[in-house]
């Protein structure tokens, strides 16, 4: 099976890049492709698979940063750069088949140019996931009707979502004045409310039972809602909440995958109770500003159970996108 490798190592699944022509195109347009210097790791891929064979991970799942373009790019703009991403991930793969596999990226602020682009790109060669920003401009869009198509092709398909929020002002989460500033409260604080929400309106839309087989995994531990699951639970309970669950709220905690990025080795224990092994995936956030030097090395520490170990360093990712 494509992507089928032998090789040690963990596999990545919140790992981002910006192919050089992807980056010349955000140029000529007058942006940065990653919103400020650009690591040569994010484009050279030799100096990339040298950097991962150092740290022992076999894969990264290609994708976009925060800084993906969605949200100033036009629609034609927007349509070429997913062509251009997408196209350079295809090549990235067939280059290095058991190195690197890839999200798609996609146009999303037109739903039927994503599910265009979506055609496109599916069962190409290293093609596993689609990469979705979590919001735009505060807006979350990926619970609209209009959206229910692209959701339902992805379920089809079975590639699984990977949200990241988008960096940019007009994205702080709660309006550019309460998190703006050098303190980077958008990114600590903000990035974490904005998954948290996602996950809860994905739950109380009923998107996860009309979309039973959808696979969504969650950056950055899953932000603030592993540790605010059970105050929402609690306002359902009570009745307090207007939320109605056709399942036990804990179920649908384990609806979500989500990735290593916790930082602490307590915090990511208390995840993985919570979850369980089954369902974290490696994930670095590397080469963007909150990326990690040693991306096995906290759930390293936590000297789990072998078994548990390799479901999070390879196996979760490797069934998820559908490796082995």
Sequence with gaps: MEGKTSRAGSIDAHAHWAPEAYVREVEKLGHKAA????????FDLEKRMAWMDERNIRMHVLTLSGAMPWQWASQDSANTLARIVNDAA??????FPDRFIAGVAMPMRDPSAAVKELDRVAGKPGIRAVHLPTSVEGHDYIFEREYLPLLAHCEELGYPLLFHPLDGVENHYGGPERLAGASFMYNTLGFPFETATLVVKFISSGLLDKFPKLQIVLPHSG???PYIAGRIEHSIKKGVSDIKLQRPFREYIRRFHYDTLAYYPETLRFMIDLVGSDRVVIGTDNYAKMDVEQPNALV????????????ILRGNAAKLLRLS
């Excluded at 919103?35 to 994010?42: E, I, K, T, V």
């Excluded at 390293?300 to 479901?311: N, T």
């Design 90 to 95: 295809i090549e990235a793969h067939k280059s």
């Design 300 to 311: 390293e520490e936590l000297k789990l159970p072998a078994a548990d170990l390799e479901r």
């Design 35 to 42: 919103g400020g210097p650009l690591s040569p790791l994010m």
């Design 223 to 225: 932000g603030c809602f």
